[in-house]
């Protein structure tokens, strides 16, 4: 019984971190998969900086074939890139996997490139869309030596944003930008965070049109540097969470499509891993379950209307990397669906929480709409707060010429 509620397109993560293999212990397919189906998300792109890291055809194969039949939701998981790895990168096949990452700046895994050489030969030389972590690895290493001077390992984790800095950020993805535009390159840029980067993106064409976007994650939109005092290393994120004048600005990138989608970076670390002093508490966190609803406070805020969330969240998502047949309520495409009644009050707490690592930076919050179904490929795989023990996930396939 739909009555009263609407029914959206499958939400598509373009950027997850589901640690699988080699880091289950924060999460893994089966419940990171879970908690996004909970969430209305039915398909998600994962992240090569699982151990091993993804930077082989054989380690990726070894991925897709770990997530068959384990996935509650569609998947499909990027190849990474390296200083030294384009021969295994040029074997990629674009018409099943999503595309190629690179850390530009050091996060967790620890798989930077920062050879300029290889950097520019990978532009020059894949057809692959190329997504990228952009944050300057100097500017980064200079403010954490100067910080670590002043206070050791345990830096008040409110100067994250000025250890990872607009500077850094901007350095990175306007150099990254400038050779996407020399080369021709088919580039994405993953979590936007600074007002000052969004000059570096144009809205005055549509987006099959576009051969540089960009995204920007729900925890950019929704927090700011004020909320360190509560949330400390809860909300510490590379790149980090800005000021509210950024969050601004970023909300109206989205709105006038300078920003193409919206995504979480879902990264799960345990309790134990974030209570850790700032030098050893990991960057990331958990967001996959409830990036939708956000997004629905937002709709009911006034702020963005639910055409734009969908647009946002599920058709640019599938349009941007031409992902077969999903996104869109169309006659002879998947059924990816997703029923939310947007008059449901209910608040984040540990009791309603899926993902493994048992937390998420949004306990406490109250928010007023709620997922009620979500199908992936035809099957109710999630009804009114229960998984039902469907793996119906496949892989993502995509449109591609190449």
């Not at 993804?54 to 499909?76: C, F, H, P, V």
């Not at 190629?100 to 020059?124: N, P, W, Y």
Request: with cysteine; charged share 20%; aromatic share 8%.
């Amino acid at each position: 019984d739909a009555k009263g509620k609407y029914l959206l397109p499958g939400i598509i993560d373009d950027q997850v971190h589901f640690r699988d293999p080699g880091l289950t212990h924060k999460g893994d397919i089966e419940s990171e998969s879970r908690a996004a189906v909970a969430g209305g998300v039915t398909s998600y792109i994962d992240q090569p900086n699982t151990v091993p890291h993804a930077i082989t055809q054989e380690l990726l194969a070894q991925k897709y074939q770990n997530a068959a039949g384990r996935s509650y939701a569609n998947y499909s998981f990027m190849m990474g890139g390296t200083n030294d790895n384009l021969d295994e990168i040029l074997k990629t096949n674009p018409r099943d996997v999503a595309g190629l990452k690179l850390f530009l700046g050091s996060s967790t895994g620890d798989m930077l490139v920062d050879s300029s050489a290889a950097i520019e030969s990978i532009f020059t030389h894949t057809p692959l869309l190329i997504a990228v972590h952009c944050e300057d690895e100097t500017t980064v290493k200079n403010n954490l030596a100067h910080y670590k001077s002043q206070f050791g390992d345990d830096i008040p984790v409110a100067y994250h944003p000025v250890i990872r800095s607009e500077e850094a950020c901007y350095l990175s993805s306007s150099k990254t930008v400038a050779l996407a535009k020399k080369t021709g390159a088919r580039l994405h840029v993953f979590h936007i965070s600074t007002a000052k980067e969004l000059a570096l993106f144009d809205n005055s064409i549509p987006l099959a049109e576009k051969k540089i976007t960009a995204e920007v994650c729900i925890h950019h939109l929704w927090f700011s540097d004020q909320d360190y005092a509560s949330k400390g290393n809860f909300i510490k994120w590379n790149p980090a969470v800005k000021t509210a004048a950024d969050r601004e600005a970023l909300w109206k990138a989205v709105l006038d499509d300078t920003i193409d989608v919206i995504a979480t970076d879902h990264a799960p670390h345990t309790l134990a891993e974030k209570e850790q002093v700032y030098t050893k508490a990991p960057s990331g966190g958990p967001l996959v379950q409830h990036s939708l609803v956000v997004m629905l406070e937002a709709v009911r805020e006034g702020r963005i209307s639910l055409e734009k969330v969908v647009q946002k969240m599920a058709h640019n998502p599938a349009q941007l990397f031409q992902i077969e047949k999903r996104g869109f309520i169309r006659e002879g495409y998947h059924a990816d669906l997703v029923l939310v009644d947007c008059n449901s009050t209910w608040t984040v707490d540990a009791s309603n929480i899926l993902y493994k690592c048992g937390w998420s930076p949004l306990e406490g919050t109250e928010f007023h709409s709620q997922i009620t179904h979500t199908l992936v490929n035809g099957i109710l795989v999630y009804e009114n707060g229960k998984v039902h023990e469907l793996r119906a996930g496949q892989r993502l396939l995509f449109n591609r010429n190449e």
